[in-house]
């Protein structure tokens, strides 16, 4: 009962942010106005983490993370009657690749591809959208200048091209790495 209620308020979240995007302030009376009221209480303890790119704000993923986190654990012991510390550790580890860093990591390489295509581009508006869409992820830029041009001055899509190949091993490696140790929280004794 309790996994389908987390489920359900994780639902409302979802629709929360979908409908923000139409009506940033609902008004008394609307539905919009009483999902917020059920909603925003919770959402605003996350908003102080200052998870945000530009205008996105990031906090409601990791607010549903967290839901999906004990949403989980609930129903395997729902389901199972037991529950191990194992168990509890496989379910963050998921929780934790799925919708803290994997979403961390597609956000900023489909920033890193478009301001890579924008720095090939000939055309000023496709590089300057590029640079707008790119400050996000300039600090992932400064850490290639500091490793691979540290005493010369690189061509910026070079430094983005290279930036972009590093952050997709990266991923693909914390995804093979949090895949590993989940499995072996899953053969953990206790």
Not at 16 to 30: C, D, H, K
Not at 154 to 181: D, P, R
């Amino acid at each position: 009962v309790l996994s389908r209620l987390l489920w359900g308020y994780s639902s409302l979240i979802w629709v929360r942010i979908m409908l923000s995007w139409f009506v940033r302030f609902p008004q008394y009376g609307g539905f919009t106005y009483y999902i917020a009221q059920a909603v925003d209480p919770y959402l605003n303890i996350f908003k102080k983490s200052k998870m945000t790119a530009g205008r996105l704000d990031f906090s409601p993923i990791l607010a549903i993370g967290i839901i999906e986190l004990f949403r989980s654990i609930c129903e395997f012991y729902g389901m199972n009657g037991y529950l191990t510390l194992g168990l509890c550790l496989y379910y963050f580890l998921q929780a934790f690749w799925r919708y803290c860093l994997s979403f961390y990591f597609m956000f900023a390489i489909i920033l890193l591809i478009t301001k890579t295509i924008s720095s090939f581009a000939k055309n000023p508006a496709y590089y300057n959208m590029g640079n707008q869409l790119g400050d996000a992820v300039s600090g992932l830029t400064n850490i290639t200048r500091k490793l691979f041009f540290k005493n010369r001055i690189g061509k910026e899509s070079t430094i983005n091209l290279i930036t972009l190949l590093w952050v997709f091993a990266l991923n693909f490696a914390l995804q093979y790495l949090f895949g590993y140790l989940a499995m072996l929280a899953l053969e953990l004794p206790i």
